[in-house]
C-alpha cells in the first residue's frame, strides 16, 4: 500500500499492511530539507493547510478593523449595535490575547448583528499538496467546527459564564457559526476535498463538561460529519484533554478518526476501554510528541509504541503523536524509529 492508502484504509475503519506511523505536519522539521524528504519518503504523513476565501463566520467584507497600538495589535468589530475590542499583545518574552471581543452576552448580540456577505471558498493549497505528495501522505483541509467561534471570542472564564448565565445565547451563536460553516465544507468537498481534519470539540469537553458538549458540538459536529460522508470524504477529529467519559459522545458524532488520546499522565486514555467503546472510528496517537517521541530514547520509545498497538490491534488505528506540530528533527527521528515497531505487529 501507498502511504495515502494505508491511512485511508485506517480511517475508514479498515486493516491496512501495517499501522500506519503518522505525524501530523512537519512540525519545525522544514519539508524541503533532507529530513522533510525522508519523512515523506517513508512516514505515512497527514498535511493539513487551510483553505482560502475568507472566514466562515465573518465572510468576506466584514467591517473589521486592525490598529497597532505600541505592543497591542488592536482590532474593532464595528457592528450596528457598537463597536467590540480585542487586544493581541507581544514582548520579546510571549505573545498572547489579553483581550477578547466578547465579554458579555450582551456582546454575542452586537457580534451577530454584523453584516454577513459569505465567502467564496477554494482548495488551492489542499490541490497544491495533493499534487506535491502524491501517494506518500494524506492530505486534507484544516477547519475549526463551530464552537471555534464561541471559544475565541471570548475568553475561557467568560465563555464558562456565559454557558451558565446565559446557555440560549450561547447555543444561538454556535447554531449561526455551523448554519455559515456548512456551506463552506459542501463547497469545498464540490472541489474535490477528500478529506477534513476539524478542531474545536475540547473547547466544550474541557471546559463546559458533558452536557455542554452534548448541546454545543455534538448535533452540530455530526452534520458535518454526515455532509462529509455524503462527498466521500474522510472526517478527522481532534479533541485534546480527557476523554474517557466522551467515548459514547464521540461515537455520536460519528467521525471517522480522532486524535490524540494522550495516556496517563498527560490524559486519561484507557485505549483498551476505547478501542472496545468507539467501535471502527479510527485511533489516532497517543504518543506525545514532546515529551515522549522527541526526549525518549528510541529503545523506550519502542516499547511504549508496542504496548499502546498491542491495546487496539492494528485495524482502524494510526500510531502518531499528538498533533503539537512543535517536534524538531531529533522528535522525526523518533517517528522514523516507530516504523520497526509498525512493521513487526501482527495484532
Not at 499492511?17 to 505525524?23: G, I, K, L, N
Not at 455559515?180 to 459542501?186: A, D, Q, S
Not at 487496539?312 to 527521528?333: D, F, H, M
Request: charged content about 25%.
Amino acid at each position: 500500500m501507498t502511504s495515502r492508502e494505508r491511512l485511508v484504509t485506517a480511517m475508514l475503519g479498515g486493516t491496512p499492511d501495517r499501522v500506519p506511523v503518522s505525524p501530523f505536519h512537519f512540525g519545525l522539521v522544514d519539508p524541503d530539507s533532507p529530513m522533510g524528504h525522508e519523512m515523506l519518503r517513508r512516514l505515512d504523513m497527514i498535511i493539513s493547510p487551510g483553505f482560502e476565501g475568507g472566514s466562515p463566520f465573518f465572510g468576506v467584507g466584514a467591517p473589521i478593523e486592525g490598529t497597532q497600538e505600541g505592543s497591542d495589535n488592536v482590532t474593532l468589530y464595528h457592528t450596528p449595535k457598537g463597536d467590540l475590542r480585542s487586544v493581541f499583545r507581544r514582548t520579546s518574552i510571549q505573545h498572547a490575547q489579553v483581550e477578547y471581543p466578547c465579554k458579555t452576552p450582551d456582546d454575542i448580540e452586537k457580534l451577530l448583528s454584523m453584516p454577513f456577505e459569505p465567502p467564496r471558498p477554494t482548495a488551492e493549497a489542499y490541490r497544491q499538496w495533493v499534487e506535491r505528495a502524491g501517494e506518500e501522505a494524506l492530505v486534507m483541509v484544516g477547519l475549526g467546527d463551530a464552537i471555534c467561534i464561541p471559544a475565541t471570542v471570548m475568553s475561557p472564564e467568560d465563555m464558562c459564564l456565559c454557558w451558565a448565565d446565559a446557555p440560549d445565547l450561547l447555543l444561538k451563536l454556535t447554531n449561526v457559526a455551523h448554519s455559515r460553516l456548512m456551506p463552506v465544507i459542501e463547497e469545498l468537498c464540490r472541489q474535490g476535498v477528500k478529506a477534513f481534519r476539524i478542531v474545536g470539540g475540547e473547547y466544550a469537553s474541557t471546559q463546559l463538561g458533558p452536557r455542554g458538549f452534548a448541546a454545543l458540538v455534538l448535533e452540530q459536529d455530526r452534520e458535518l460529519c454526515d455532509l462529509m460522508r455524503r462527498y466521500g470524504a474522510i472526517s478527522y477529529y481532534h479533541n485534546h484533554g480527557v476523554v474517557m467519559q466522551y467515548l459514547e459522545l464521540f461515537r455520536a458524532v460519528g467521525m471517522d478518526a480522532i486524535d490524540p488520546f494522550e495516556h496517563p499522565p498527560f490524559g486519561d486514555a484507557d485505549l483498551r476501554v476505547c478501542r472496545e467503546k468507539l467501535g471502527k472510528i479510527c485511533i489516532v496517537g497517543n504518543l506525545d510528541d514532546m515529551e515522549q517521541i522527541e526526549q525518549l530514547p528510541h529503545d523506550r520509545l519502542k516499547e511504549l509504541a508496542a504496548e499502546r498497538l498491542a491495546a487496539t490491534g492494528s485495524t482502524a488505528r494510526v500510531l502518531g503523536g499528538t498533533a503539537s506540530g512543535t517536534y524538531t528533527e531529533k522528535g522525526a527521528a523518533g517517528f522514523l524509529a516507530l516504523l520497526e515497531v509498525a512493521e513487526a505487529f501482527r495484532g
